[in-house]
T-cell receptor
Framework: GAGVSQTPSNKVTEKGKYVELRCDPI?????LYWYRQSLGQGPEFLIY????????DSGLPNDRFFAVRPEGSVSTLKIQRTERGDSAVYLC?????????????FGPGTRLTVL | AQSVTQPDIHITVSEGASLELRCNYS??????LFWYVQSPGQGLQLLLK??????LVQGIKGFEAEFKRSQSSFNLRKPSVHWSDAAEYFC??????????????FGTGTLLAVQP
């Protein structure tokens, strides 16, 4: 079956611009996660959705970052007034739900470069 | 606070040799532990996981890991490395929220190179 997909695979933007990154989770997965992976680092948690609601957004670095999941499926990570420090690979993952412990399935990521 | 330490940034082994990648964690409760592998241009793939029970867990591609509570460790092993194992390996701990595991806390990764 189809895995987690992310678009675009690469995004180059200029400092100060607004960007949107999209994640399509595995069909039927109710939990969705966003992580950010900077060069030479492990992924860092940004936000977790259970259904349509953000259950934990403690990893969002500041109010320039926002994410939505209006219908409980596709999610969009939005970054306003991008800064060069936002350059990283943004990873999305999904899992079946909250009952028990579930493996997270990762997408290939979106590489964001802010010039 | 929860954290994961992977002391080895880069390891080189010869093909056919054994491998051990180290992982130490800091977590107040019983940890949920994972090893992921990331190949260039690929997403993170789960190798194995530990939730409870037998402390020696088997994973895909011939990998295994042993949970040692007394050492706060979850080291990854493979008896004979193949050239295709060259990749970056991440250890992670599941940080529960409301009793359910959700966000993962990752180590900084170990980059494995395999010599012919």
């Amino acid at each position: 079956g189809a895995g987690v997909s992310q678009t675009p695979s690469n995004k180059v933007t200029e400092k100060g611009k607004y960007v949107e990154l999209r994640c399509d989770p595995i069909s039927g997965h109710t939990a969705l996660y966003w992580y950010r992976q900077s060069l030479g680092q492990g992924p860092e948690f940004l936000i977790y959705f259970q259904g349509t609601g953000a259950a934990d957004d403690s990893g969002l670095p500041n109010d320039r970052f926002f994410a939505v999941r209006p219908e409980g499926s596709v999610s969009t990570l939005k970054i306003q007034r991008t800064e060069r420090g936002d350059s990283a690979v943004y990873l999305c993952a999904s899992s079946p739900g909250t009952s028990g412990i579930n493996e997270q399935f990762f997408g290939p990521g979106t590489r964001l470069t802010v010039l | 606070a929860q954290s994961v330490t992977q002391p080895d940034i880069h390891i080189t082994v010869s093909e056919g040799a054994s491998l051990e990648l180290r992982c130490n964690y800091s977590y107040g409760a019983t940890p949920y532990l994972f090893w992921y592998v990331q190949s260039p241009g690929q997403g993170l793939q789960l190798l194995l996981k530990y939730f409870s029970g037998d402390t020696l867990v088997q994973g895909i591609k011939g990998f295994e890991a042993e949970f040692k509570r007394s050492q706060s460790s979850f080291n990854l092993r493979k008896p004979s490395v193949h050239w295709s194992d060259a990749a970056e390996y991440f250890c992670a701990v599941g940080a529960g929220y409301g009793g359910a595991t959700n966000k993962l806390i990752f180590g900084t990764g170990t980059l494995l190179a395999v010599q012919p």
